[in-house]
């Protein structure tokens, strides 16, 4: 199976075209490799998906015919990511969520229902 379509089966990209660009960024890794989107993907082998700031890592346990539910995914793939590499990730998250400045992006429920307070509904 290609890899841009493995990705794509799996979950890890949302489109198989995102899934073409993640590997022609640099950004996919299969057996330590930079690799083509065409690549080939076979059990057993071993592929590195860069989430900024750390690589993750996983096993190829088998192929899907075609896309996968959410649950259906750990029998295709298994995660092999070093567990101090994932508290990285999470410490990054943290540190992002908490330089967003107060009042950017979705307003919360609070904020909600000072709106309609304020606009009198």
Not at 75 to 87: D, F, K, S, Y
């Amino acid at each position: 199976m290609r890899l841009d379509k493995f990705l794509w089966c799996v979950r890890l990209a949302k489109t198989r075209s995102l899934a073409a660009e993640l590997c022609t960024r640099g950004q996919v890794r299969l057996d330590e490799r930079e690799i083509k989107p065409s690549a080939v993907v076979k059990p057993g082998q071993v592929i590195a998906v860069r989430v900024p700031p750390i690589w993750r890592n996983y096993e190829v346990l088998g192929l899907p015919a075609s896309r996968v539910g959410a649950k259906l995914v750990p029998l295709h793939l298994a995660e092999r990511t070093p567990w101090e590499e994932l508290e990285r990730l999470e410490i990054a998250r943290k540190v992002r969520a908490a330089d967003r400045p107060a009042g950017s992006g979705r307003p919360t429920k609070r904020e909600r229902r000072d709106i309609d307070r304020f606009t009198g509904e």
